[in-house]
Structure formats: structure tokens, C-alpha cells
């Protein structure tokens, strides 16, 4: 998921950051939360295709949220906008161009987190989220988000998962690496597959992943790890 969050005041967006942050922390899901002003926000947008969701300040100096509303789902139709107001009487306007929500600053972190849940829930609607690994007996569900990498290991395939959790699963690397999405996982060498969302760098024969995890790349896979880097990180959503 990546956010948005734009307000005049740095420490209330500051807040409002961190409680985004809590919420995913608390659903073991990568978040990447981006702070900043109007006029960077829209820079930004020039260079990629936009967030999955915005919170905007409407009171603002320049170029109010209403405004900036606009010109974002003038970029991006259909965006999720929410509105941050200390005035209720901002909120119509806001409906009329087509935001998805409003927030009144007083009582936020509620608000926020129910907005968050139904995002997420939308969002999981929408495309597959989860890898279902099915024993003889049982069966238990990961959120695809959460896989930092997956290891050979003999006749079993391990899961890496978000905060230390393991999981095996008795099938190839290669069965497994069949059944999830080629533009978000990659086989970095004959024994590992990564999570292009978790990856932070490849430099020389090493890849970075947001744990601090580094993992080797073989010379024959370089140059599609690389590949696969550059297409995740221009379309990424």
C-alpha cells in the first residue's frame, strides 16, 4: 500500500503518519507513507503513476485541499482522497468533486483506522492478496505482502514472512514460484525467490531487503533481478 499525506502542519502529519504505520504494523502489511506538501505532491505524480491513497489537508496556505483535489483526480481519476478539516462545512464541497472521505482533525485516529480497514478490505476485493499453503490435514492463509523471500529447503519450500514468522510448505521452490505474481516476485538464485516490494537495493552480488535481510544473486540472474527492479519500481501502485 502506498499513501499519501499532505498537511501544513509537519507535526500532525507527522501523527498521522505514525498511526498509518501502527495500523499496518498491527496487520503484519508493508506500507510505504509518503509526507510532503502540494506543490511536491504533484511533482511527484509527473514521474509515477500515484498513491493508493491520499489524505489532504484542506486548509492550506496557496493551493488549498480542495484544489488539490482536483488536480489529483485529474491525474489519476478515481483516486482515494481523504479530506483533513478541522470544519465539518468542508466536507460537501469535498463529496461534490469526488473525494472518498473526510476526516475532522479533532477525532482522527478513530476515523483514520476505519478508513484504513476499508480500504484494505476494498483493496483485498480487488486482487489476490493471499497464498494458501494446504497440508493433508489443514491448510493456513499468508498475505502475499508480508513474504519477504521464499528458501529452498531439500523437498520443502520456506517462507520468510514479516517480524521472524516461518513457513514451510512441502512442494518445490519452483512450484511455488509458479503459483505467485512474476511482476512481484523474482529468483534471485537457484535456491531463493524475493519479494520485489521488501527490496531496498542491489548492489554487486547482493540484494537489501527492508528487514535488513541480505541475500546473494547469482551472476546468471543479475541482470533480471535488475530488470524486474526497474519494471516493479516504474508501475508499482
Known amino acids: 500500500m502506498r ?30 507513507v509518503w509526507r510532503g506538501y502540494g506543490s511536491e505532491l504533484l511533482d511527484l505524480l509527473g514521474g509515477q503513476p500515484g498513491f493508493n491513497l491520499y489524505f489532504l489537508d484542506v486548509e492550506m496556505p496557496g493551493m488549498n485541499g480542495l484544489e488539490l483535489s482536483e ?15 478541522a470544519y465539518e462545512r468542508f466536507a460537501l464541497p469535498g463529496i461534490r468533486l469526488g473525494v472518498y472521505y473526510y476526516i475532522l482533525k479533532d477525532d482522527y485516529r478513530a476515523e483514520l483506522r476505519l478508513i484504513l480497514e476499508r480500504v484494505c478490505g476494498e483493496r483485498e476485493a480487488d486482487r489476490e492478496e493471499y497464498y494458501y499453503i494446504a497440508t493433508g490435514v489443514s ?36 512450484n511455488v514460484f509458479s503459483r505467485l505474481s512474476p511482476e512481484r516476485f523474482v529468483m534471485i538464485n ?3 525467490v524475493i519479494n520485489l516490494e521488501h527490496l531496498i537495493s542491489l548492489e554487486r552480488l547482493d540484494v537489501t531487503l527492508r528487514d535488513g535481510s541480505v541475500l546473494p544473486v547469482s551472476r546468471y540472474a543479475k541482470t533480471r533481478v535488475l530488470d524486474k527492479m526497474a519494471e516493479y519500481w516504474r508501475t508499482e501502485e
Open 71 to 85: 488536480k489529483v483526480l485529474a491525474f489519476q481519476p478515481g483516486a482515494r482522497i481523504v479530506l483533513l478539516t
Open 190 to 192: 537457484r535456491g531463493m
Open 3 to 32: 499513501i499519501a499525506v499532505v498537511d501544513d502542519d509537519l507535526f500532525f502529519a507527522e501523527m498521522v503518519e505514525k498511526e498509518i504505520e501502527r495500523f499496518f504494523a498491527s496487520k503484519e502489511e508493508p506500507v510505504r
Open 139 to 174: 491448510g493456513r492463509k499468508i498475505s502475499v505482502d508480508s513474504i519477504l523471500y521464499l528458501e529452498k529447503e531439500k523437498k520443502y519450500t520456506i517462507f520468510h514472512c514479516q517480524n521472524g514468522r516461518l513457513y514451510r510448505e512441502r512442494d518445490t521452490l519452483e
